[in-house]
C-alpha cells in the first residue's frame, strides 16, 4: 500500500477531527434545546441533529479513508463536501440577496407585535428604550428596563433624563425597534459569514482529500510495475 505524504495527512486527519467534534457538539446543543423547548419548537430541532450528524459522519469517512488510505472512501468524502460547499455558497448568496426582504419582514412583524415590545425589551434585557423614538412611547414614567445598567452609564448608549421626583438617571438612548432592527443585520451577516467561512473550509479540505487519492494512485501504480504484456515484449528485445 502506497504511503501519502505525512504531513498532509496528519493535517488532514487533525482538519476532519475537528469538524467531527463540531458536529457532536452540534448534537448536544440539539438535544439541550429539545429539553429546555419542552414541547415547543421542538419541531425544528431535528435539523440541529441532522447537520451534526452530517458533520460528525462525513469528518469519520475523511479520517476512516486517510488512515487506511482507501481511495473510494476519500473519493465519496470529496463528492460529499462538494455537495456541501455548493449548499453553503447558495444559502449565503440566498441570504446576502433577500437580506432587504428579512429586514422588512422583521420590521412588520415589529409594528405587529408592539403591544408586546416593552414586555420583549425588559424580559431579555435589551440596550433600548421605546417604540422609534424614546421611553415616552411606553407612557410618561420610566421604566426600570430602561435605565442603563451600571456598565454602560456615561457612555455613547445613554443619556440624562429626569425623572417625576427630579432625580436624573441615564436611559438607553436608541429605540428598540431600530436596535432589532440593526441586530438583525449583523445576525445575516453573521450566518453570511459562517456560509462562505464554511464553503472555504470545505474547498479546502476537498482539494486535500483529492491530492491525498492523487499521491495514493501514483505510489501504487509505481509498486505494480509496468502491465504484463510490457515485461514479456520487454523479454524478447
Request: charged share 15%; net charge negative; hydrophobic share 45%.
Amino acid at each position: 500500500m502506497g504511503h501519502v505524504n505525512l504531513c498532509l495527512k496528519g493535517l488532514f486527519i487533525g482538519f476532519n477531527t475537528l469538524f467531527g467534534m463540531i458536529g457532536i457538539l452540534l448534537i448536544v446543543l440539539g438535544r439541550t434545546a429539545s429539553t429546555m423547548a419542552a414541547g415547543e419548537g421542538q419541531s425544528d430541532i431535528w435539523q440541529i441533529y441532522l447537520l451534526g450528524g452530517a458533520i460528525a459522519a462525513i469528518s469519520c469517512l475523511g479520517v476512516f479513508g486517510a488512515r487506511k488510505q482507501i481511495t473510494c472512501a476519500l473519493k465519496m468524502f470529496s463528492g460529499l463536501v462538494c455537495i456541501g460547499m455548493v449548499i453553503c455558497v447558495i444559502a449565503g448568496m440566498s441570504l446576502a440577496s433577500n437580506r432587504s426582504m428579512i429586514i422588512e419582514a422583521t420590521q412588520e412583524l415589529l409594528k405587529e407585535e408592539v403591544n408586546q415590545l416593552e414586555d420583549f425589551q425588559a424580559a431579555y434585557k435589551l440596550e433600548c428604550c421605546g417604540i422609534n423614538k424614546s421611553y415616552t412611547d411606553w407612557g410618561p414614567e420610566i421604566p426600570d428596563s430602561c435605565v442603563c445598567a451600571p456598565v454602560h452609564q456615561d457612555t455613547a448608549i445613554c443619556y440624562q433624563e429626569e425623572t417625576n421626583i427630579s432625580e436624573r438617571v441615564q436611559v438607553y438612548k436608541e429605540p428598540c425597534v431600530p436596535y432589532l432592527l440593526r441586530l438583525m443585520n449583523k445576525l445575516i451577516d453573521i450566518v453570511i459569514g459562517i456560509c462562505f467561512g464554511f464553503a472555504l473550509v470545505a474547498l479546502i479540505g476537498m482539494i486535500m482529500a483529492l491530492v491525498m487519492v492523487a499521491q495514493i494512485n501514483t505510489v501504487n501504480e509505481e509498486h505494480r510495475g509496468p502491465p504484463y504484456h510490457a515485461s514479456q515484449r520487454s523479454a524478447f528485445v
